[in-house]
């Protein structure tokens, strides 16, 4: 196809910084953009037609998968809610919304604040730490496993780093097939074992009650909407961190200023967000043939919906490349739009929230050691995979 171009996001070449190289190059072509990888799709790339098109899910649909060369559905199941449009959708969303609102998670804040504690208390004596491998990848997954579904010691133990593996270590295929297996068995574990008690009232309970207003849902919907609670709350939530972490190492000038003025971490995380959102590319399957910024685009066409580009579209970020944590208005895409945004946005910045305040409050001055490297994984979701530190 004319004017297209080379975006191999599944790549070894574009993890870390030459991700947003490569990105760039695909924004210059224009809104959308034709991209000969991965079998073919266009790439939205500005912040105004990827939040048209996230919202539009009629025409933009989410149905036959968000991953690019899915598995049918007789392979893979689709996945609840992410792999399935409104209405149902917004059925699932309506069940667990309530469990996810600022003034029911407000209850948690205390107990995330000693988790995170805990794991700082496992590394602090040592003068360094690697934040993304000791902290980031093991707090999301602690908190949800103990705090939100209340998981005995036993199970927490067998599935928070069967979790762990399914969120970061997909690039082996036998691991992350047994960590998805136990993520599967842990879900049915718990919606049988709560069969025929009373109401609870927490994200269990409203998974497992999701066919009372006579909506339909198949019973492994009912456990992938369970396990995606987990899974993508530990991915996202581990990549910010470790990139805010990232950031501050990097720059000891905003380091010192956010020391000094912890109530600048809400703002450092949105801008963190913003600028390496964890979630940078979702696709989506066009429903009909639509003309779309002069491109004709068909029926069965996918479309890379590119938050992390609509995150640096210049004519709504000014600076786009830098963290600016002074940005006036900060309306970025990293928790997606339109039905699909995150459910699970508030729990997130939450935890991501303690977390940055607890590891600045309670380390020393850090920095990256010299000839230390920041690794990343990269796909669709991407994010450090490796932080070393050293402090004291």
Not at 150 to 172: G, K, L, N, Q
């Amino acid at each position: 196809m004319p004017d297209s171009v080379t975006f191999d996001y599944t790549s070894p070449e574009v993890r870390g910084p030459g991700y947003w190289d490569a990105v760039k190059v695909v924004q210059e072509r224009g809104p959308l953009t034709w991209v000969d990888s991965n079998g073919g799709f266009w790439a939205a790339t500005s912040y105004e037609l990827v939040l048209r098109m996230a919202q539009d899910w009629e025409t933009f649909s989410s149905g036959e998968g968000v991953a690019l060369n899915r598995p049918g559905p007789d392979v893979v199941p689709y996945i609840m809610p992410i792999d399935v449009d409104p209405p149902r959708q917004r059925a699932y969303r309506k069940q667990l919304n309530p469990h996810f609102v600022p003034k029911i998670l407000r209850q948690y804040e205390e107990d995330i604040r000693a988790v995170a504690d805990e794991l700082i208390d496992t590394f602090i004596d040592r003068g360094g730490c690697d934040i993304a491998v000791d902290f980031a990848r093991k707090f999301p997954g602690t908190v949800f496993f103990r705090l939100i579904v209340s998981c005995t010691d036993e199970d927490f133990r067998r599935v928070e780093p069967s979790a762990r593996i399914v969120s970061f270590e997909s690039d082996d295929p036998e691991k992350f097939a047994r960590g998805a297996a136990d993520l599967r068995a842990w879900a049915s574990g718990v919606l049988t074992s709560r069969e025929g008690e009373g109401r609870v009232h927490d994200v269990v309970d409203a998974v497992m009650h999701l066919r009372d207003n006579g909506d339909y849902f198949a019973d492994h919907e009912l456990l992938s909407g369970l396990q995606i609670l987990a899974q993508g709350g530990i991915g996202t939530s581990a990549s910010a961190i470790g990139v805010i972490m990232r950031v501050l190492a990097q720059q000891p000038e905003l380091q010192d200023r956010v020391r000094n003025d912890p109530a600048l971490v809400p703002a450092l995380m949105e801008e963190c967000l913003r600028l390496e959102p964890p979630v940078a590319l979702m696709f989506r399957t066009v429903t009909r043939d639509i003309e779309v910024d002069g491109k004709q685009i068909k029926q069965g066409d996918k479309v890379g919906l590119f938050f992390g580009a609509a995150n640096r579209d210049p004519a709504v970020f000014e600076r786009p490349d830098e963290v600016h944590i002074d940005r006036p208005h900060n309306r970025h895409l990293a928790f997606g739009a339109g039905p699909h945004r995150c459910i699970g946005s508030n729990l997130a910045r939450l935890q991501i929230r303690v977390a940055i305040e607890r590891l600045v409050d309670r380390l020393p001055p850090f920095r990256i050691p010299d000839g230390a490297e920041v690794t990343y994984f990269s796909g669709q979701a991407r994010g450090p995979a490796s932080v070393p530190l050293e402090f004291g």
